[in-house]
């Protein structure tokens, strides 16, 4: 099974999701940039609110694959206790030191997307994070741990297509953990994709005009 580009992985994605359409609860927040076109169509379908969720890792000095953890949209941060006891004393001040970094461009990415638009309040809501699949999960685990410090009433992980042992491990994380499908050979989440080219920052910023337009048409008549 293959997907013809990321609007077709995310009407796909949309009809395991049905029930969550038109609830005034439901907040599709989609991970940049190539989510951002899964969850749009996510979103449409649900006629719910899309926003962005950016993560920005914290990698460790010299090993930058290694995560000590993340900051994410709406000014949370998760560490990785396993992987910050390595750094001993100097803890605190590398944590620090990498956190103001990835803040910077965190910003950088708010400021382009969100068009000076506030992050919503998720307190009490059904929070669906969206992304084009996950390999690692190591992304849509950090941003399950951001959303949760935000007090939603309920957060769902939904991808098209994902390695099993991923969605496996993130139903630790999420209250609900729904993967398209999960394919035995699973070598990278382009492998699904017949047009795997990367999303650029003026298509997220283009979908999120167009959902919020979206959003305002509907209102009127809810």
Same mark, same amino acid.
Request: net charge negative; with cysteine; glycine share 8%.
């Given at each position: ?5 990321? @609007? ?89 030191? @990498? ?85 035995? @050979? ?37």
């Amino acid at each position: 099974m293959t997907f013809l580009d990321r @609007a077709d992985a995310g009407r796909f994605l949309a009809e395991q999701l049905g029930r969550f359409a038109n609830q005034r609860t439901v907040i599709v927040l989609a991970l940049p940039r190539g989510g951002v076109p899964v969850g749009y169509e996510v979103a449409r379908a649900l006629h719910a609110p899309l926003e962005v969720f950016v993560v920005r890792k914290l990698g460790l000095p010299g090993q930058k694959e290694l995560a000590m953890g993340a900051i994410a949209s709406g000014g949370t941060r998760v560490l990785n206790p396993e992987v910050v006891a390595m750094l001993g004393a100097d803890a605190s001040e590398t944590i620090e030191c @990498a956190t103001a970094k990835e803040m910077e461009q965190l910003q950088l990415a708010e400021r382009q997307y969100r068009a000076g638009r506030d992050f919503p309040d998720l307190r009490d809501k059904t929070i669906i994070l969206v992304d084009d699949g996950l390999a690692t999960g190591a992304t849509m685990r950090a941003a399950t741990r951001a959303v949760r410090q935000l007090q939603p009433e309920k957060v769902i992980v939904a991808v098209p297509v994902a390695a099993e042992s991923s969605c496996r491990e993130l139903r630790s994380e999420a209250d609900e953990v729904i993967c398209g499908f999960t394919p035995p @050979a699973f070598f990278g989440v382009g492998q699904f994709y017949d047009n795997f080219r990367q999303t650029t920052d003026e298509e997220v910023r283009e979908l999120l005009v167009r959902a919020a337009e979206n959003t305002r048409e509907r209102s009127p008549n809810e």
